[in-house]
């Protein structure tokens, strides 16, 4: 059976006017048309709805018990048409963004949160993966941008500095260190370290500190809320990028200047130079590089 919503109006408008061509001009159709749309929904039917003479129009029983039925189908289409338009209205317009996780830990998901109250519009699928593994999404096209530390030796991909992110010590309230004034590199050597599991980029700049002196990990977690568990319990300590300090507000722990080095990891904004961005993906590419500093 194959009913389409201009039979049913014009069903329906012939049970209002009772009369072919009154109910025709209501629906805007040649009284020849509108008979032949009547007509054809009968057939597809399969039974008369009107009975009809040369002088009057008039449902019968077949028509009296099809008129609920030709208002739902009208009333649910109405729906379907509306939802269908305020969907293409309103929906969301939506680009991906990777970016390393201890990033998006506090200032990300600020600035993150601030771009979606100024462009409510702007969907974001946001990818939290390792560096390598945010480069990897960029150049399959998975993502459009990206924001990692150190830069990219991909020529295909362009990159831009945004700041640097300076690390800290982090250890128990109890530890030795806890107590210093001027916590030196040096300082270090004596005690129990907990890394970041290889292939993160926290673990990639510790290293630089850990491999000029040599010092064993005495345990690796990939998390920073694990790393923040171990810490309150002194089981080590651990260095921690600015960024990550958030998760590290803890009674148990302090976080101390290291004063006899510049580590610092640089944060990167990358895309890929031969793909033009969706315009969605450029709103936020300048929303970030305008707002760096006020996140």
């Known amino acids: 059976m194959n009913i389409s919503i201009k039979q049913i109006k014009a069903f329906l408008a012939l049970v209002e006017e009772d009369n072919f061509t009154r109910a025709a001009q209501k629906v805007h159709l040649s009284q020849p048309a509108f008979s032949a749309l009547i007509s054809n929904l009968e057939q597809e039917m399969g ?5 009809r003479d040369t002088r009057k129009v008039q449902l019968n029983e077949n028509g009296i018990h099809f008129i609920k039925l030709a208002r739902d189908l009208l009333t649910s289409y109405d729906r379907t048409i509306s939802a ?34 100024n462009y409510p519009k702007i969907a974001i699928e946001l990818l939290d993966l390792q560096g390598d593994l945010c480069l990897q999404m960029l150049l399959a096209g998975h993502a459009e941008l990206a924001l990692t530390t150190s830069t990219p030796a991909m020529t295909e991909l362009s990159s831009e500095f945004l700041f640097s992110d300076k690390f800290y010590l982090v250890c128990h309230r109890e530890h030795p260190l806890a107590n210093k004034d001027v916590v030196e590199l040096s300082d270090l050597i004596c005690y129990d370290m907990i890394g970041f599991t290889q292939g993160t980029s926290i673990r990639l700049h510790a290293d630089r500190l850990v491999d000029l002196f040599k010092i064993q990990y005495i345990l690796e977690v990939s998390q920073l809320t694990t790393m923040m568990g171990l810490i309150a319990t002194n089981y080590g300590i651990s260095l921690v ?3 990550a300090l958030s998760q590290f507000q803890h009674h148990d722990i302090r976080i101390k200047s290291i004063q006899d080095i510049t580590l610092e990891r640089s944060i990167h904004l990358i895309k890929h130079k031969e793909r033009k961005l969706s315009p969605q993906a450029e709103t936020f590419y300048q929303y970030i590089k305008n707002n760096i500093f006020k996140e």
Not at 47 to 51: A, E, M, P, T
Not at 86 to 111: C, E, G, M, N, Y
């Open 47 to 51: 039974y008369r709805l009107f009975d």
């Open 84 to 117: 269908i338009k305020t969907h293409s209205t309103d929906r969301q317009i939506k680009f991906t963004l990777a970016a390393i996780p201890s990033i998006v830990v506090q200032w990300l998901s600020q600035l993150l949160s601030n771009f979606h109250h």
């Open 241 to 243: 990028p600015a960024l």
